[in-house]
């Protein structure tokens, strides 16, 4: 390695990210920038550094043994430019600016997204960005500020309360029931989202054909909407739709548990906190439609 090599925090930010993704256009997409200055950007890291950072790989580039120890090297790095930006965020006391929250795709885009448009609206220089993922991302590695999970957070840097109880039930249109149904012709979650409700569903309806995988709520609500066959949905998606029937009493499954996460650095933030604050204000409202009791 050359003597005089230098590396910044920005390199090794996307040294990071392609450690972590596994490939240059994943990480792209979580770093918000294109594919070409991921690739362009390492190229320079690896000439400046004399070593050979990137591969091929049957799925396209990923960092080679000397790149990936790289950045494990790097991590502290983040680590400490990421508690700089909470402490500098926490401090922050005036409703301005940027604030990042990750939520599952049905409570982000039916109960959330509406809201919180409304709470920027009111706040001319607050600005909410709601991300839609089913993965976790990280709080402490700033990937979000504040996070909505069907699960509890085993981060150690984060503080958690559970707010609602989800409830699913199995839904189907009435174009379905009423037409001809042997096999019974079912629509099951994908990875990463797939779980006991897959299992549940094929023994309910013993013998059903699979007729769709999907990770995306909305896309089985949509699919079963059309006839396409029967779905476990969350309650307050199913019920919301009208031509949805539903088939069984949200009981038989377990429900799961909503929780609101957010970073112990952030909670004297105050863009941070009237975020978080609404966000729990929004799902206590809808708790009825979240537990399938809603008239």
């Known amino acids: 390695m050359c003597?005089?090599?230098h590396m910044n925090w920005?390199?090794?930010?996307?040294l990071l990210a392609v450690h972590r993704a596994r490939n240059l256009s994943d990480a792209a997409r979580r770093l918000r920038i294109s594919h070409t200055t991921v690739a362009r950007r390492l190229a320079a890291l690896s000439r400046a550094l004399d070593v050979r950072l990137v591969e091929r790989a049957p799925d396209g580039f990923r960092l080679t043994t000397d790149g990936a120890a790289l950045a494990r090297v790097a991590e502290p790095m983040e680590?400490?430019?990421d508690a700089m930006l909470r402490q500098l965020a926490g401090v922050?006391?005036?409703?301005?600016?940027?604030v990042r929250v990750t939520s599952t795709e049905a409570v982000g885009a039916r109960i959330l997204a509406p809201r919180l448009a409304e709470l920027a609206g009111r706040h001319p220089g607050l600005t909410v960005e709601l991300v839609l993922d089913p993965r976790a991302l990280s709080l402490s590695r700033r990937e979000a500020d504040?996070?909505?999970?069907?699960?509890?957070?085993?981060e150690r840097a984060t503080v958690g309360r559970r707010v609602a109880t989800m409830a699913y039930a199995p839904y189907a249109s009435e174009r379905y029931l009423a037409g001809p149904r042997v096999p019974e012709r079912v629509l099951v979650y994908d990875a990463p989202v797939a779980g006991g409700e897959v299992a549940w569903l094929l023994r309910r309806f013993s013998g059903a054909q699979i007729a769709l995988r999907s990770a995306s709520t909305l896309a089985l609500a949509t699919a079963a909407l059309a006839g396409c066959g029967i779905a476990v949905l969350p309650c307050f998606v199913g019920d919301g739709e009208r031509g949805l029937v539903r088939l069984a009493p949200p009981g038989e499954l377990a429900p799961s548990e909503?929780?609101?996460?957010?970073h112990r650095d952030l909670r004297r933030s105050a863009r941070t906190a009237k975020v978080a604050e609404h966000i729990a204000e929004t799902l206590r409202l809808a708790r009825d439609e979240l537990a399938g009791t809603a008239s």
């Open 79 to 81: 680590a400490a430019a």
């Open 146 to 154: 504040v996070a909505v999970r069907l699960v509890r957070s085993r």
């Open 258 to 262: 909503v929780w609101l996460v957010i």
């Open 3 to 5: 003597n005089n090599a």
């Open 10 to 14: 920005d390199d090794a930010r996307i």
């Open 92 to 98: 922050e006391q005036r409703l301005v600016g940027r």
